[in-house]
């Protein structure tokens, strides 16, 4: 019979022992361990997992007991931080809430509490940022003679401009005259007598622009045409004139709308048409005409968006807005040119200009060879 040896043993420190063996031998390996959760496994005995989760593998439990001292002379204790989630809770109360919580605490909310720091700001809508309705009745409509449809298409397009002209009409009555007149002080509101006020304020506001005079600009344009206009004046200069009105100034549109809805706070918007004669140039901050002319008057049509904050005793209409229709011609861009001086060449290839570092090593080479003609 063939003799094997092999170590038998479950625990540290377990003796060998020799068995003799009638059949093949084989060898059983005995791993010396510390824990007898590691016996039977081999991720616990390599270390991979823990046998006790909450502390760290093998014996560093026992460092961890010796070291406790130190690590905690590391960590410094404050004592008054504030409870973040507490104050959030306190925050979200009501002032009865908050009361009733102080009562509970024994705590005077009267004497003992300073008030809370509310951070509610007033907002007041008096003015809009854009126009409510910026459609323009079409002056001139598809023509039957001059069109080039045949009669069916030329029909839908009467139909249609009809339409509009239909619905234009209902809107200026129904969500503009009407709503305008049940304020108080608009009850002889007439959109037939309009016209002549409108063309004051518009002389006014380009007079005042003109001079520059803030304080009453701000009665006579709204916040939205004071970012319009005065870029104009602050960079520059411009010259106004009003010399004909070719066309008797007519209401084209009227709307008015409550903002919020249903809070009562109208703001009313009129379109005025004006067919006017006048002469403007606007020069940049060099003094350069950029735009216009201050000799020839241009012949215009302007369709001005006017608005009034109805909603108190003391509006007043204020110039807004400008609207360009679709169908009219499109105003050329300002070509912003200057004459050059007297004896001005360019030139034709650009120079190189030196580096830094070039002029810097150039002073030190002048520098050395001073000192080498110093020294001699």
Partial sequence: QMLSVFRVGTRLGAFPTVLPLASVPTATQSAGVHHHLERRNLRRFLGIERSNKARANRNTHHNERMFRGMRGRKTVLMDNLPDDVEQRRLDAMTPYQARDEMLAKGI?????VSPRNWREHDVTIQ???????????????TSWTKSGLSFVPLLKTKGEEWKQ???????NRWSGTKKIARKEGFEKFNTKTFGPLADEIYEQAHNALM?????????LITESAHAQM????ANGNIVWKLVERVKKSEVVNVRCQDIPEKSGNDIAQITVRMHLKQIL???????HLILGSETEPRETKEYVVF?????VI?????????IYPHWMPKKEPVLRTMKMPEGYTRLKKANALPLRAQELSEKKKKQKNQKKQEEE
């Fill in 307 to 311: 608005e009034n904050h109805i909603a």
């Fill in 211 to 219: 001079a520059r005079d803030k304080k009453k600009l701000a009665g």
């Fill in 127 to 141: 003015s809009l940022y854009a126009v409510m309705d910026p459609y323009v009745p079409n002056e001139a409509p």
């Fill in 314 to 322: 003391d509006g007043k209409w204020r110039l807004h807005e400008k």
């Fill in 165 to 171: 002209w239909g619905m234009h009409k209902f809107h």
């Fill in 281 to 287: 140039a606007v020069y940049d901050r060099f003094g």
């Fill in 108 to 112: 005077n909310p009267y004497k003992e």
């Fill in 230 to 233: 005065w870029p104009d004046v």
